[in-house]
């Protein structure tokens, strides 16, 4: 199973970015889907999960500005990013949880996309 992200760039403080992640492989079901960060010299970070049925958990950085969603016909996860601030500035990386269509449990993860917030 391979996630493809898109949609990352540089943008002003204050600015929206919208980022996509499509899996593709065989997959039967994906449970959780999620986006997380990595700042330069810091720890990959939660940003936002989402489960097969919509429920979602934030970081306390990003909620009221992040909202996070799913298509499960397209196997997408997205994630609507608005006021921007500098201290977003990461890679961010999709990842994701399911089985496969031979009743194999996976994990994956997305190649990153770079998110730039200028001040």
């Known amino acids: 199973v391979q996630l493809q992200a898109s949609g990352g760039g540089l943008v002003q403080a204050g600015g929206s970015l919208r980022l996509s992640c499509t899996a593709s492989g065989s997959i039967f079901r994906f449970n959780a889907m999620g986006w997380r960060r990595q700042a330069p010299g810091k720890q990959r970070e939660l940003v936002a999960d989402i489960t097969a049925g919509g429920s979602t958990n934030y970081a306390a950085s990003v909620k009221g500005r992040f909202t996070i969603s799913r298509d499960n016909a397209k196997n997408t996860v997205y994630l609507q990013m608005n006021n921007l601030k500098p201290d977003d500035t990461a890679v961010y990386y999709c990842?994701?949880?399911?089985?496969?269509?031979?009743?194999?449990?996976?994990?994956?993860w997305g190649q990153g996309t770079q998110v730039t917030v200028s001040s």
């Open positions: 990842n994701g949880e399911g089985k496969t269509i031979w009743g194999k449990d996976f994990g994956s």
